[in-house]
C-alpha cells in the first residue's frame, strides 16, 4: 500500500503540475487574481504529494521491501540504517526522485513566501516552474519509475555500490541539487519576466536571494563532492576534470557570474538583458549536467546508445527547454526597458568583466566537456581532456579574475577612481609580494609559478582585508568608531569579503598540495617503517574485521615525528560479498591544514600489504575557502535590507556608456 | 480496499487543492509592486545616510535616481485593474473535477500495480514465500546471512554449497566449496566437488583449473571415484581416448556393484571405446552443452580446449594426429600465424623421426599449409 500510495502520489503531482503549467497563464492573460491564485495552491499541493511519494520510497527502502525493484536493486536487509535512506537517492530513479522534490520544494516557497511578489509574475513564475516539473515527472514514470514491482518478491536485495556507502552521499547529492534546481527559479524568473514583457524592480529583489541561496548550496555541494572523493575514492586526488565534476562546475561558474550581474541589477537596475540570459544559461547548464551524468552518455556514447530511452527523453526535455527558452530570448529581450548608465571604470565595469571572465571559462569547461563525446559521436575515437588541458586555458582566465578581485568591492558605483583604489590596495599588493620572496626563498623544488600563486592568492585575502579595513576605518578612527561601523556594516559587505577571501585561501590549498605534496608507494611487511615528509609510519599489523555487511582488513599504523608517537592511523580495505566488490577506506591525519593519507592496495601472500602514503600539505584549504564563500554567501543572504547602490556624483565630465 | 479508499482521498485533496483559489474570488491580495520596492529603497537611503553609511552627496544623487524610477512605475501600473472571468474559473474547475481524475487514472493504472500488497522483510519469514523453490532460496539467504557473519563456519559451508550446485548458482557453489576447504580441511571428497562446481560453471569442459582440483583429489585419495570419472572426462576432452579408456576401466574394476555412477562411467566408456578417430576432440555432452551456449562462451570454451592440447603436445611432442589437430584448430579460428608457428614447433619436435615427419608433412599439405 505504500509503494503504491507513493506512485500515486506522483502521478497526481503530475496532473496538478499540467494544471499550474497553464491556468495561471490564462489567468494572467485575462487578469482574473482567482484563476492567478491557482498557481500558488497546486504548488503547495504538489510539494506536498511529491514530499508524500519522496517518503514513501523512503519507507520503502527502510523497510527493505524487495517487491520494489528499486529497492531489490540498491538496497540490502543487512545496510546499516543511515545508508538504507541514502541509498533512496544512491540510484538513477530514487535521485530522480529527489530532484523532482526540491524542484516542487522550491516551487512551495515561491508560493508560500511570494507575498511581495505582483501577482501576475508569481503566476508565470510558478507557471514555468510547473513546466519543468511536468516534464521531469513524465520522465520519470515512463523511463525511470521507482515504484515498479516485482511480482515475486526477492527476498534479498543486490545491495548498494560499496563505495556510496558512505556519509558523502548523504550530504552531497542533495546539497548539488538543492544548487542545480535552486537555479531553476531564476530561470522561471527570466522566463516570466520575458513572457510578460517587462522585468521591474521586484524581479530584481527576488531573483538574487533564490541565486544566491541555489549558488550556496552548489558550492558546498562541490566542496564536498570533492572531498568525498579525495577520502573515498583512494587516491587522493581532490579533482579530476572529470565530465561529471564539469558538470557541476559549469552551473557553478554560471551561476556565479549570475550573482554577480543580479547585484548590479538590483542595486543599480543595470545590465537586465545579460542578467536574464545568464539565468536562462545557468539553469540550461544545470539541465545539461543533469543530462551528462543520468543519461550514461559519458560512461560510453555507445552504451547511451543501446539504451536510448532515457537519454533521448532527457535531450528532448533539454532541447525543449534550452532551445525554446533562448528563442523566447531572441524574440523578446529588445522589447525589455534599458537599464541605467555607467562608466566603463565603475563597480559595474568591473561587475561586467568579472562576467565576462566567467563566462568565458565556462565556455572553456563546456567545450573540454563535449568535444570528446563529439570527436567519439563523429569520429569513434576515444579521448579525454586532461589538466593538461585546463592548466592552459581555465587556469589563465582564473588568474585574471582573481587579479581583478580585490578591484571591485572598492570601486565606486556608476564611475570610480582605478588610481586611487590602486594606492589604497598598494598594503595588499605588498603583502603579496613579501609572501612570494618568502615562498622562493624558504621552499625547494616545485614549479616557478607556484610561488606567484601564492602570491596572488595572499593579496586576494590581504585585498578583502582592506576593504574591510577602509569601510570601517581602521587605523584611521578611534578603535570604538571601528567596531561601532563595523557592527553597522551591511551583512552583504561581510559576506562579499568572506567569500573572496574564500577564493584566495582555496588558491592558497590547491597550489601548495599539487606542488609540494610528497608521496611514499610500496609493499610494507609488519614493523616495517615508512619515511614521509619527516613523518615516521611504522605498520604495526594487519587484523580482520566483521563490519555489518562487509569484512574489513585494517592496517594498524604508528605515526611520530623525530621519536614523538603522534597517533595511530587505520586505513582499511571493506569487501562486500554481495556485490563481490571492495572499497578503500583511507585513513587521514590532520595536522593543521595539512594532512598525511594513508590508503591500502592489495596483500600478498606473504602478509605484505601494498600502500600508499601522501603527504600533502595545506590540503584542507582547498575546502575551507569553498566554506568560507559559502559563508560569505549566507551572510549575505541573511541581509534582509534593501539593496541601493548608491552612485557617485558626478564630478568631472565622463563619457556614460549604456549599460547593454 | 483501503488503498482505493486512500487513492480517492488523494484525488479528492488534489483536487481541492484547484477549486479552493477559484471560490475564493477576486480578494485584492497584498501584493507586491514595483512602487513598493521604490519607496522601501528610498527608506533605505535615508537608514544608510543616518547610520553614515553614505555621504551627503551619494544620497542625494541615489535619490534622484530612484525617485524618477518611481514616477515612471507609478505611471505604468495605474492601467492594470483585476478583472474576473466566470466563465473561465468554471472551465478550470471542470478541468479539476474532471480532467484531474482522467489524467491520473489514465497514467497510474497502466503503471501501477493496485493488486500487489506490500512486502516489508519483517514480515516475509512467516510463510511468505510461495512454493518449495521459494523457501529453499528462502533458506540459502538465510544460511549466507549467517554465513556472512560467521564466516569460519565450516559445517555452514557444507550444507550450501551442495545446495547452491544444485540451484545452478555454480559460480557461488565454487566459492562455497572453496570456503569449506579453507575452514574444514581438505579431503578427496571435496577438492573433487569443487572440481565438479568448476567444471558446472564452465559449462561441462573440465578445466585446467578443475583439472588441478581432481589431481589433488586424486593424490588424496587414488580410488575417489568422481575424482577418477572426470580424470577420464578430461583425457576424453583432450582427445587422449585411450587414457580416458584405461582410466574408466580401471573405476568400473574397483567399483562395486551397485555403485550408482556405474551406468554413467559405462556409456562414457563405450563412448570412446567405440568411436573411431573422430576428429574433434568433443564428447557427445560438450557438444550439446556447446550448443546451448551463445558464441562467447563457445569460443571460450574451444580456445580453453585448444590451448589445453597446445600445452600437452609441448611436453609430449610425438603425436602427429594431435599436432595437426592443433593446425587445423587455429586455421578454424582463422589465426594463420599461430598455425604456421604450431607447424613450425611439430616439425622440430617429430624432426629425428623421419617416418612422422612424412606423415606430418602430408597431413600440413592437406590442409593447405605449405609444400
Known sequence: MIAEAGHYALVLALALALIQSFVPLIGARLRDPALMNVARSTALAQLLFVGASFIALVTLHVNSDFSVANVYENSHSMKPLIYKITGVWGNHEGSMLLW????????????????????????????????????????????????????????????????????????????????????????????????????????????????????????????????????????????????????????????????????????????????????????????????????????????????????????????????????????????????????????????????????????????????????????????????????????????????????????????????????????????????????????????????????????????????????????????????????????????????????????????????????????????????????????????????????????????????????????????????????????????????????????????????????????????????????????????????????????????????? | MTLWFVFALMTVAAIFAVLWPLGRGARPDNQGSEVAVYKDQLAEIERDLAAGLIALPEAEAARVEISRRLLAAAGSESARVPTSSLRWRRAAAVLALVGLPLVAAAIYVPLGSPALRDFPLAQRGRGAGSGTAQSLENLVVQVQQHLEKNPADGRGWNVLAPVLERLGRFDEAVRAYRSSITYNGESAERRSDLGEAITAAASGVVTAEAKTEFERAHALNADDPKANYFLGLAAEQDGRKDDAANIWRALLAKAPADAPWRPLVQTSLARVGSGGVTMPALSDETIAASKEMNDGDRNAMIRSMVERLATRLKQNGDDVEGWLRLVRAYLVMGDRDKAQGASTDARQAVAKDSERLRQLNEGLKTLGLDG
Open chain 1, 100 to 660: 523532482v522534490s526540491i524542484l516542487a520544494l522550491f516551487g512551495g516557497l515561491v508560493a508560500a513566501f511570494g507575498n511581495n511578489l505582483p501577482l501576475s509574475l508569481r503566476a508565470h513564475v510558478l507557471a514555468v516552474q510547473a513546466w519543468i516539473a511536468s516534464a521531469f515527472y513524465l520522465f520519470i514514470l515512463i523511463t525511470s519509475n521507482p515504484f515498479l514491482r516485482i511480482v515475486n518478491p526477492p527476498i534479498e536485495g543486490r545491495d548498494l555500490n560499496p563505495v556510496l556507502q558512505d556519509i558523502g552521499l548523504a550530504v552531497h547529492p542533495p546539497m548539488l541539487y538543492l544548487g542545480y534546481v535552486g537555479f531553476s527559479i531564476s530561470f522561471s524568473f527570466a522566463i516570466a519576466a520575458l513572457i510578460e514583457g517587462r522585468i521591474d524592480a521586484a524581479w530584481a529583489r527576488w531573483v538574487r536571494p533564490w541565486t544566491l541561496m541555489a549558488w550556496i548550496f552548489l558550492t558546498l555541494g562541490i566542496a564536498m563532492g570533492s572531498y568525498w572523493a579525495y577520502y573515498e575514492l583512494g587516491w587522493g586526488g581532490w579533482w579530476f576534470w572529470d565530465p561529471v565534476e564539469n558538470a557541476s562546475l559549469m552551473p557553478w561558474l554560471a551561476g556565479t557570474a549570475l550573482l554577480h550581474s543580479a547585484l548590479v541589477m538590483e542595486k543599480r537596475n543595470a545590465l537586465k538583458v545579460w542578467t536574464i540570459l545568464l539565468s536562462i544559461l545557468t539553469f540550461s547548464l544545470s539541465l545539461l549536467g543533469t543530462f551528462l551524468v543520468r543519461s550514461g552518455v559519458i560512461t560510453s556514447v555507445h552504451a547511451f546508445a543501446n539504451d536510448p530511452t532515457r537519454g533521448v527523453f532527457i535531450l528532448l526535455i533539454l532541447c525543449l527547454f534550452i532551445g525554446g527558452s533562448l528563442s523566447l530570448f531572441a524574440g523578446r529581450a529588445t522589447s525589455l526597458k534599458q537599464g541605467g548608465l555607467f562608466a566603463p571604470i565603475s563597480r559595474e565595469g568591473a561587475l561586467v568583466l568579472n562576467n565576462l571572465l566567467l563566462t568565458v571559462a565556462c565556455a572553456v569547461v563546456l567545450f573540454g566537456t563535449l568535444y570528446p563525446l563529439a570527436m567519439e559521436v563523429l569520429a569513434d575515437f576515444k579521448m579525454s581532456v586532461g589538466a593538461p588541458f585546463y592548466n592552459l586555458t581555465f587556469v589563465p582566465l582564473f588568474a585574471l579574475l582573481l587579479l581583478a578581485v580585490p578591484f571591485g568591492p572598492m570601486l565606486a558605483w556608476k564611475r570610480g577612481d582605478l588610481l586611487g583604489v590602486t594606492q589604497r590596495l598598494l598594503a595588499a599588493g605588498v603583502a603579496g609580494l613579501v609572501v612570494i620572496a618568502i615562498v622562493w626563498g624558504w621552499t625547494r623544488g616545485g614549479s616557478a609559478l607556484a610561488p606567484l600563486a601564492i602570491g596572488l592568492g595572499v593579496f586576494v585575502i590581504a585585498g578583502a582585508v582592506t576593504d574591510m579595513a577602509e569601510r570601517t576605518g581602521l587605523f584611521r578612527l578611534p578603535f570604538m568608531t571601528t567596531l561601532h561601523r563595523a557592527r553597522g556594516l551591511p551583512r552583504s559587505a561581510w559576506g562579499t569579503a568572506f567569500a573572496h577571501a574564500g577564493l584566495g585561501v582555496a588558491l592558497i590549498g590547491i597550489v601548495c598540495e599539487t606542488t609540494w605534496n610528497s608521496e611514499y608507494i610500496a609493499t610494507m611487511k609488519p614493523n616495517d617503517v615508512a619515511q614521509v615528509a619527516g613523518y615516521e609510519l611504522k605498520l604495526d599489523g594487519l587484523l580482520e574485521r566483521q563490519g555489518p555487511n562487509y569484512r574489513e582488513m585494517i592496517a594498524q599504523f604508528n605515526v611520530s615525528r623525530d621519536g614523538d608517537m603522534l597517533s595511530v592511523m587505520t586505513p582499511s580495505k571493506r569487501s562486500f560479498t554481495t556485490r563481490g566488490s571492495s572499497t578503500t577506506e583511507a585513513a587521514l591525519l590532520t595536522r593543521g591544514a595539512s594532512q598525511l593519507y594513508i590508503s591500502l592496495g592489495d596483500a600478498t601472500a606473504e602478509g605484505a600489504i601494498a600502500v600508499r602514503i601522501y603527504h600533502k600539505p595545506l590540503v584542507l584549504m582547498i575546502w575551507w575557502g569553498p566554506v568560507l564563500m559559502a559563508f560569505g554567501g549566507v551572510l549575505s543572504l541573511s541581509d534582509r535590507r534593501l539593496r541601493v547602490g548608491a552612485p557617485k556624483p558626478a564630478r568631472a565630465k565622463q563619457r556614460l556608456q549604456p549599460a547593454e
